[in-house]
């Protein structure tokens, strides 16, 4: 098995590992709420609104999250253990998940761009992101990348849409 970087210890690893998670279910929730905009929602600044609340909402209730789980095990006497920095800094990539696609589509509804190709590229925005994380994921484990790690993103990009589609379904 290969080693991770020399610059990633343990609790530096943890921390990736929390951050790429946030990353996939930012991302697959942004690509949710992309989902469901037409381009009527786009034109009223709707469709920018949602990815916007999507991804604050998902931000807060990951941090929320984080705060409950540093309860564990913490020395309440001792004043508890309040979650660092680090645990905010996880949930930053949840916020970039929903930014570009906000970006576009908030440019869209100035009306530079049209609606359906606005969301359409958002939607491809959010796609690139997930089909790219096998490369990240090998960098990460301290390998180069492989051919293998570029079909990893691209069936993580596919089940992600299976996702999607099955949220959509189901709620909606």
Not at 1 to 18: D, S
Not at 50 to 71: P, S
Not at 77 to 84: K, T, V
Request: aromatic share 4%; net charge neutral.
């Amino acid at each position: 098995m290969p080693t991770p970087p020399p610059e990633l210890g343990e609790l530096a690893l943890e921390r990736v590992r929390e951050r790429i998670s946030a990353y996939v279910y930012g991302n697959i929730l942004v690509l949710a709420a992309l989902a469901t905009t037409t381009p009527h929602s786009v034109e009223d600044g709707h469709a920018a609104l949602v990815v916007i609340a999507t991804t604050a909402t998902t931000f807060l209730a990951h941090v929320l999250a984080h705060l409950v789980a540093h309860q564990i095990g913490a020395d309440h006497s001792a004043g508890g253990a309040a979650p660092d920095r680090s645990s905010l800094r996880d949930a930053l990539p949840i916020a970039s998940s929903g930014s570009v696609p906000a970006l576009i589509l908030l440019v869209a509804w100035l009306g530079h761009l049209p609606p359906t190709g606005a969301v359409l590229v958002s939607a491809g925005v959010v796609v690139v992101r997930l089909a790219g994380l096998g490369m990240v994921t090998s960098r990460f484990s301290g390998r180069r990348s492989r051919l293998s790690d570029l079909w990893m993103g691209l069936v993580l990009a596919v089940l992600s849409g299976v996702v999607v589609v099955l949220k959509v379904w189901l709620t909606h």
